[in-house]
């Protein structure tokens, strides 16, 4: 399953994000498959679209984050999925 997590943080939360970024390079855990990800440049928002089989191993990835932003967390299909879905 493909997940696309939308972030966004607050001001105060900068410099903790930067340092851990830097130490762990934010990548996700064996289990979940990085994709992609992109910085909202001059904001505080982004996202980063990530493929996992396993919603519990996800969810530890962004709960090891929440306690500097907040995400928006949906599953998404590709055209081709989306196709086989549609009556």
């Known amino acids: 399953m493909i997940y696309v997590a939308a972030w966004s943080y607050t001001p105060e939360n900068v410099r903790s994000i930067i340092a851990r970024f830097k ?39 962004l709960n090891g984050w929440a306690d500097l932003a907040s995400f928006d967390v949906y599953p998404a299909l590709t055209d081709e999925d989306v196709a086989k879905s549609l009556l």
């Open 23 to 61: 130490e762990t390079g934010g990548l996700p855990p064996a289990g979940v498959k990085l994709l992609g990800r992109w910085h909202g440049v001059g904001t505080n928002k982004g996202v980063v679209v990530v493929e996992s089989d396993d919603p519990v191993t996800m969810a530890k990835y």
